[in-house]
């Protein structure tokens, strides 16, 4: 079975604009979830699909979105971009355990 | 509320054997759950615990006390290979992961 897969592995951007992320979930997993990584911090939940809709939600600005297509691929968008949006984006797919893809390494300057 | 705490970092020697614990608080409890993290590489999949007890799997092992709202990871024979973070998470009534900051674990020589 294929693995989590997300796009782009790396990206640059200004501030200001904005960028969209891409994950593809393992074949049969409808759950995935976002999550944003800085150094030295934890994983910070952003938000959660499962079959097309948003189950859960963390305490980020809502300059950050997502939503999940039927076929159960997901995207996120951060709109306005700022240099604290720098960080690792993670995506991870699951039928219960959560496997995760290799990331988005997001730099804003 | 809903709080994961564990140790922010340990120091092991190579071929001993560590344990990170890991406690937790909420309403509601689905399951506990241990991943391993390399430095700029996405979470992988170590345990999951759900019933007491302890769950062996090779060179780790994952405890559980529902009542006390512990959990433990015990690593056994360390390898350098084993400096990682390990993230515990705990899975809510809403089916949602809530992350602990991770433990930074540096095995020396």
């Known amino acids: 079975k294929a693995g989590v897969t997300q796009t782009p592995r790396y990206l640059i951007k200004t501030r200001g604009q904005q960028v969209t992320l891409s994950c593809s979930p393992i074949s049969g997993h409808r759950s995935v979830s976002w999550y944003q990584q800085t150094p030295g911090q934890g994983l910070q939940f952003l938000f959660e699909y499962f079959s097309e809709t948003q189950r859960n939600k963390g305490n980020f600005p809502g300059r950050f979105s997502g939503r999940q297509f039927s076929n159960s691929r997901s995207e996120m968008n951060v709109s306005t971009l700022e240099l604290g949006d720098s960080a690792l984006y993670l995506c991870?797919?699951?039928?219960?355990?959560?496997?995760f893809g290799p990331g988005t390494r997001l730099t804003v300057t | 509320g809903q709080n994961i705490d564990q140790p922010t970092e340990m120091t092991a020697t190579e071929g001993a054997i560590v344990q990170i614990n890991c406690t937790y608080q909420?309403?509601?409890?689905?399951?506990l759950f241990w991943y391993q993290q390399h430095a700029g590489e996405a979470p992988t999949f170590l345990s999951y615990?759900?019933l007491d007890g302890l769950e062996e799997k090779g060179r780790f092992s994952s405890f559980l006390s529902r009542s006390k709202g512990y959990s433990y990871l015990l690593l056994k024979e360390l390898q350098m290979k084993d400096s990682a973070s390990y993230l515990c998470?705990?899975?809510?009534?809403?089916?949602?992961?809530?992350w602990g900051a991770g433990t930074k674990l540096i095995i020396k020589p």
């Open positions: 991870a797919s699951s039928y219960y355990e959560q496997y």
């Open positions: 998470a705990e899975m809510d009534s809403n089916y949602q992961l809530i």
């Open positions: 909420t309403s509601g409890f689905n399951g």
């Open positions: 615990n759900v």
